[in-house]
């Protein structure tokens, strides 16, 4: 497997995971973590953006077709799946950003029956 390749592969992966674990939206990888970043630790994010921004250099720019990297690619995509992994063995695999929205919103309903507005 080439590395244009490996990192397109490994991309879809991360993207198919970021939809349905974590419910991403947007175009790109790039776009995808951003939009759920504040459900996943800062350095799986950093992991990811550093996938994208390789496989991005590798399909847009003229002059980049292999990774300098190679090993250092493969480690970060092994790290991520990993940390995937270990999140959907925790007790609220739904991501812990609906956990703490739900926890927000029933606090607000709680003040505002407090205060009487509702």
């Given at each position: 497997?080439n590395?244009?390749e490996?990192?397109?592969?490994a ?5 198919a995971?970021?939809?349905?674990q974590f ?7 790039h ?7 504040r459900?996943l630790?800062?350095?799986l994010v950093?992991r990811?953006?550093y996938v994208?921004t ?7 720019e003229?002059n980049y077709h ?5 090993a250092?690619?493969?480690r970060?995509?092994?790290t991520?799946q990993?940390?995937f992994?270990k ?9 812990l950003?609906i ?14 029956l407090f205060?009487g507005?509702?």
């Amino acid at each position: 497997m080439n590395d244009l390749e490996r990192a397109v592969r490994a991309s879809k992966q991360i993207e198919a995971r970021l939809e349905r674990q974590f419910g991403a939206r947007g175009k790109g990888l790039h776009e995808k973590v951003s939009s759920v970043e504040r459900s996943l630790p800062a350095a799986l994010v950093k992991r990811i953006r550093y996938v994208a921004t390789l496989r991005n250099k590798l399909v847009h720019e003229d002059n980049y077709h292999r990774l300098d990297d190679r090993a250092s690619f493969k480690r970060a995509v092994k790290t991520i799946q990993q940390e995937f992994r270990k999140m959907d063995k925790s007790p609220f695999p739904w991501g812990l950003a609906i956990v703490s929205t739900l926890v927000v919103a029933i606090f607000v309903a709680i003040a505002l029956l407090f205060l009487g507005l509702v």
